[in-house]
């Protein structure tokens, strides 16, 4: 069972009877950050209030609704909700973006169309904030990346995501304590610097050698 979320294996495990060996890799070279792009400073911030990221796409398991709740006590405050939606279930979709307008108007953005990979980081790095309320380990190569970048992320602490992120010593925001903060700037380069060390080219090739040699 090739994976880097012990708590995924913990889960196979518990609930298919899975007793392969736990061979940790990161797997895909979406989990690779490249220095180069994530490390330079940031710039100053170009826009007025926060950029925030919902989801990763249209799946339900994202519970897009839940989250946009827990945003409305903030919904007065400068603000943009943007919401990647151009893949997943569209009929989950129609709904999102019509209750993500009635709440929050022109501060919801639906993102229903697929962008280049370089626009896509370019758009990363505008974010203040992501919030990731799965229920499930998902959107991972964002996850990765916005730490990388020195991002405030928000997920469930009751993902095997978590635990494993913590337990590299990443600083994580927990949905169920939703506010409109950023972690501290050291806090953000010490994400930034773990992300780095671990999700490498060179941690997957020693990983994969590790696989196919051992």
């Known amino acids: 069972m090739v994976t880097y979320i012990e708590g ?3 889960l196979a495990r518990q609930w298919y009877g899975a007793r392969g060996t736990h061979h940790e890799c990161i797997m895909y070279l979406s989990n690779v950050v490249d220095p180069k792009m994530i490390m330079e400073p940031s710039p100053a911030s170009d826009h007025d209030g926060l950029n925030i990221l919902l989801g990763n796409s249209a799946d339900p398991s994202n519970n897009h609704i839940e989250a946009l709740e827990r945003l409305l006590p903030f919904k007065d405050q400068p603000l943009k909700i943007y919401a990647p ?27 229903t169309d697929f962008m280049p990979f370089e626009q896509y980081l370019e758009f990363l790095k505008s974010l203040d904030i992501a919030i990731f309320n799965h229920q499930r380990q998902q959107a991972m190569g964002n996850t ?3 730490l990388g970048m020195g991002k405030t992320v928000f997920m ?8 494993f992120l913590t337990s590299l010593g990443i600083n994580l925001s927990d949905v169920d304590k ?7 700037r050291d806090e953000a380069d010490e994400n930034a610097r773990v992300v780095h060390s671990y999700f490498s080219k060179a941690t997957l090739i020693k990983q994969l050698a590790d696989i196919f040699e051992g």
Do not use: C
């Not at 129609?94 to 929050?104: H, L, M, N, R, T």
């Not at 469930?156 to 635990?163: E, K, L």
């Not at 939703?178 to 501290?184: G, N, P, S, V, Y």
């Open 85 to 111: 939606l151009s893949y997943g279930d569209q009929n989950h979709a129609k709904k999102v973006i019509s209750q993500g307008k009635a709440w929050f108007g022109d501060k919801f953005v639906p993102m």
């Open 178 to 184: 939703l506010e409109l903060r950023q972690i501290a």
């Open 144 to 146: 990765i990346t916005l």
């Open 8 to 10: 995924d294996v913990e």
């Open 156 to 163: 469930r602490s009751d993902v095997s995501q978590w635990r």
